[in-house]
């Protein structure tokens, strides 16, 4: 019985890449990148052939028509979370967002008796910029454990957090166990003791709905190509006082109010963080994937997951020798499954279901700290999204079967 | 696209299966470390160098099938070869999986990787021992060199 009135199959006849005149493929890995719909590919050529010019400069009727359209996509953006416009800066990508906060603040904050608690189960983007601002600063890293089920380990990060604790960095949802993480209860105990929290919503914000004030984090970073948008532009949403204090990470055009030969002034929030030519028809686009999320609503986005999650699980688990692991409550975690199969390394197992148009990720998946705690090298991720369907979830079960008779075979 | 049965070949699954030269020497001229940061492939290798000439081979490590087998077939191809010799022949393999025409003598049944060529995205996993070897190599001469230097 479906709980979702999301239709998936018919969704894909919005993604070029997934329509029945596409390349055929049952694709399983949007925790990576996710499909474009139409709209969003429209949006962009519309903006190119319509309006280039560049933003914010000027005075031309052109000019004027893309700073709106870019700055639309600002307020896309602003509504999808729940906060004023001021406070949503474009990057390049999620990992600039991190980056962004780990410079303009951590930099010129943190020193050699300050600690940065950061989960085991990040992905690199949280964990590298922080041991940068360590290496700069003296200050320290500290790695959060995961429970054997998955789950961050909640009593040793009490255990973990004092007053040397300065930053906190936990992703939202674990792009490879699929963990949500109670970041609104771990943002309360670490502002309890004057913490900064960074969240990383790279895995949530396209999949569930987010509201950047219930979420309790000072900064929130994701990224366009993961929720239906273009490669090229990320996001960073922070508390506007967080924004005011900091300093500019990048120098540049735009991000000035004025500049003299001794120094410069800044632009208000949030062009004080976008130096240069900003990503526009990404922007853009960006407004347009939003559209189509929250047109058929991120809520049903969510249940169509839960449901889609809950009958990858129990097919993955009837596959003789296979491990999944993370949570195995569907409520509990996102739609990306790791697993592991007995005797087949995931490359081999990545390369062989290919054959059969499947794609999934096979590797570290940038998370080797997490890697570490799991005592395994690599793993085979499938993760799903709105445009996913059973038949999907069939054609991986049934690949993998098929991969295992060749390889035994041979 | 290239078929599966040019990768995955009975030869290269049997050396993945039964792995030679898989341990530790006990006492190796030359150690060495090698990682894949795309996938987390890892490997470590021992050498044995006596007299201009590679005595033994010896690797542990965690990888694919291609990695693991590509490893295993150089342990077993590369004892009895001079430095020189190990140095062709790890420069004959470079230029295989880069899809070149190559002078297969020698290769041993590491020759049977050479479908690997038609897969881009494996062909790290196969050249890892054989960078390591190269690595383990350069410190072998460089450490001879300033030995030498020293009497």
Same mark, same amino acid.
């Given at each position: 019985m479906a709980l979702t009135t999301l239709d998936p199959e018919a969704l894909r006849a919005d993604f070029p890449l997934l329509a029945d005149d596409g390349p055929g493929v049952v694709y399983l890995d949007s925790a990576a990148t996710s499909q474009k719909?139409?709209?969003?590919?429209?949006?962009? *050529?519309? +903006? +190119?052939?319509?309006?280039?010019?560049?933003?914010?400069?000027?005075? +031309?009727?052109?000019?004027? *028509?893309?700073?709106?359209?870019?700055? =639309? !996509?600002? *307020?896309?953006?602003?509504?999808?979370? !729940?906060?004023d416009r001021e406070q949503v800066v474009f990057t390049k990508n999620a990992s600039e967002a991190l980056n962004l906060v780990a410079w303009a603040w951590g930099v010129?904050?943190?020193?050699?008796?300050?600690?940065?608690?950061?989960?085991? #189960?990040?992905?690199?983007?949280?964990?590298?910029?922080?041991?940068?601002?360590?290496?700069?600063?003296?200050?320290?890293?500290?790695?959060?454990?995961?429970?054997?089920?998955?789950?961050?380990?909640?009593?040793?990060?009490?255990?973990?957090?004092?007053?040397?604790?300065?930053?906190?960095?936990?992703?939202?949802?674990?792009?490879?166990?699929?963990?949500?993480?109670?970041?609104?209860?771990?943002?309360?105990?670490?502002?309890?003791?004057?913490?900064l929290v960074v969240a990383d919503g790279a895995q949530s914000v396209p999949h569930m709905p987010v509201d950047f004030a219930e979420l309790g984090a000072?900064?929130? =970073?994701?990224?366009?190509?993961? #929720?239906?948008?273009?490669?090229?532009?990320?996001?960073?949403?922070?508390?506007?006082?967080?924004?005011?204090?900091?300093?500019?990470?990048?120098?540049?055009?735009? #991000?000035?109010?004025?500049?003299?030969?001794?120094?410069?002034?800044?632009? *208000?929030?949030?062009?004080k963080f976008e130096a240069g030519t900003p990503p526009i028809a990404e922007a853009v686009g960006l407004g347009a994937a939003i559209r189509y999320l929250t047109d058929i609503g991120l809520t049903e986005v969510r249940a169509h997951e839960i449901e889609l999650t809950a009958t990858l699980l129990d097919a993955l688990r009837e596959i003789p020798g296979l491990t999944v692991y993370g949570p195995t409550d569907p409520a509990r975690r996102?739609?990306?499954?790791?697993?592991?199969?007995?005797?087949?390394?995931?490359?081999?197992?990545?390369?062989?279901?290919?054959?059969?148009g499947v794609c999934v990720r096979a590797g570290h998946h940038c998370a080797q700290p997490l890697m570490e705690e799991l005592g395994t090298p690599a793993t085979t991720r499938a993760s799903l999204y709105l445009y996913n369907s059973e038949s999907d979830v069939e054609a991986l079960v049934r690949s993998i079967h098929r991969a295992r008779e060749f390889f035994d075979d041979v | 696209m290239p078929g599966l049965e040019d990768l995955y070949q009975e030869l290269i699954?049997?050396?993945?299966?039964?792995?030679r030269g898989e341990g530790h020497l006990d006492d190796p001229t030359v150690e060495v470390d090698q990682n894949n940061p795309l996938c987390g492939d890892v490997i470590h290798m021992e050498f044995k160098i006596e007299d201009g000439k590679?005595?033994?081979?010896?690797?542990?490590?965690?990888?694919?099938?291609?990695?693991?087998?590509?490893?295993?077939?150089?342990?077993?191809?590369?004892?009895?070869?001079?430095v020189e010799?190990?140095?062709?022949?790890?420069?004959?393999?470079?230029?295989?999986?880069?899809?070149?025409?190559?002078?297969?003598?020698?290769?041993?049944?590491?020759?049977?990787?050479?479908?690997?060529?038609?897969?881009?995205?494996?062909?790290?996993?196969?050249?890892?021992?054989?960078?390591?070897?190269?690595?383990?190599?350069?410190?072998?001469?460089?450490?001879?060199?300033?030995?030498?230097?020293?009497?």
């Open positions: 719909p139409a709209s969003v590919l429209a949006a962009m *050529d519309a +903006y +190119y052939r319509e309006t280039n010019a560049n933003v914010h400069r000027g005075v +031309y009727g052109l000019a004027v *028509d893309a700073t709106d359209r870019f700055e =639309a !996509g600002r *307020d896309a953006v602003a509504g999808l979370v !729940g906060v010129r904050n943190l020193g050699p008796d300050d600690e940065i608690l950061v989960t085991a #189960m990040e992905h690199h983007s949280n964990i590298v910029p922080w041991h940068i601002v360590a290496g700069i600063t003296g200050a320290t890293v500290r790695l959060i454990p995961v429970t054997p089920g998955g789950e961050l380990d909640l009593d040793a990060f009490t255990g973990l957090l004092g007053p040397q604790t300065k930053v906190l960095a936990a992703a939202h949802v674990s792009n490879v166990l699929g963990t949500i993480n109670p970041v609104a209860e771990l943002a309360a105990a670490a502002h309890g003791v004057g913490a000072d900064a929130l =970073a994701f990224t366009g190509h993961k #929720m239906l948008g273009p490669t090229g532009i990320g996001v960073l949403v922070a508390r506007r006082e967080l924004l005011e204090s900091m300093e500019p990470f990048l120098g540049g055009g735009e #991000m000035i109010s004025q500049v003299t030969a001794d120094g410069a002034t800044w632009n *208000d929030i949030p062009w996102g739609g990306a499954v790791s697993f592991a199969l007995d005797g087949i390394h995931p490359h081999d197992l990545a390369q062989l279901i290919d054959r059969d | 699954l049997d050396h993945y299966r039964n792995r590679v005595a033994d081979v010896a690797h542990t490590g965690e990888g694919c099938s291609i990695s693991r087998a590509s490893a295993s077939m150089l342990a077993e191809g590369l004892p009895g070869c001079t010799e190990a140095f062709d022949r790890v420069e004959r393999f470079r230029q295989m999986m880069h899809g070149e025409e190559i002078d297969d003598e020698d290769l041993g049944d590491a020759i049977a990787l050479q479908g690997v060529a038609k897969f881009p995205a494996r062909i790290k996993c196969a050249l890892l021992s054989w960078t390591a070897t190269n690595e383990a190599l350069l410190t072998y001469q460089s450490d001879a060199r300033s030995n030498g230097d020293g009497h």
